[in-house]
C-alpha cells in the first residue's frame, strides 16, 4: 500500500473564502466538489467533507473520512493550506 496525497489549491480555498461565501456557497463546499471530482477520477470512495469554515482554522486538523484524512492548517498570515492523504492499495 502507498500513501497518496491530493492537495487543494490555496487559489482555490482564498477564492471560496474571499469571493463565494458572501454569496451563500461555503469553503466545506467548494473543497468538497473539488476533492470529490478528483476522487471519482481515480476511482476512490467519497464521502462528503465534515470541517469548519476556512476562517475558523487555528492549528492544523486531520479528519478523518471513509477514504483517508484531510489535513487542515490556517496560518497566522490568513492564508490556508489543505489536502487529503489516504491509502492506496
Known amino acids: 500500500m502507498e ?3 491530493i492537495e487543494v489549491p ?3 480555498i482564498h477564492s ?3 469571493v463565494l461565501e458572501p454569496l451563500g456557497i461555503s469553503v466545506q463546499d467548494a473543497v468538497d466538489a473539488y476533492l ?3 476522487v471519482w477520477e481515480k ?3 467519497f464521502q462528503r467533507l465534515k470541517m469548519p469554515s476556512v476562517p475558523a482554522w487555528d492549528e492544523a486538523e486531520m479528519l478523518e473520512m471513509n477514504s483517508g484524512y ?3 492548517q490556517g496560518r497566522s ?3 490556508y ?3 487529503l492523504s489516504f491509502q492506496k492499495e
Open 3 to 5: 500513501t497518496c496525497r
Open 81 to 83: 493550506h489543505a489536502y
Open 77 to 79: 498570515d490568513r492564508s
Open 16 to 18: 471560496a473564502a474571499n
Open 10 to 12: 490555496a487559489a482555490l
Open 36 to 38: 470529490r471530482r478528483i
Open 43 to 45: 476511482g476512490i470512495p
Open 70 to 72: 484531510l489535513h487542515c
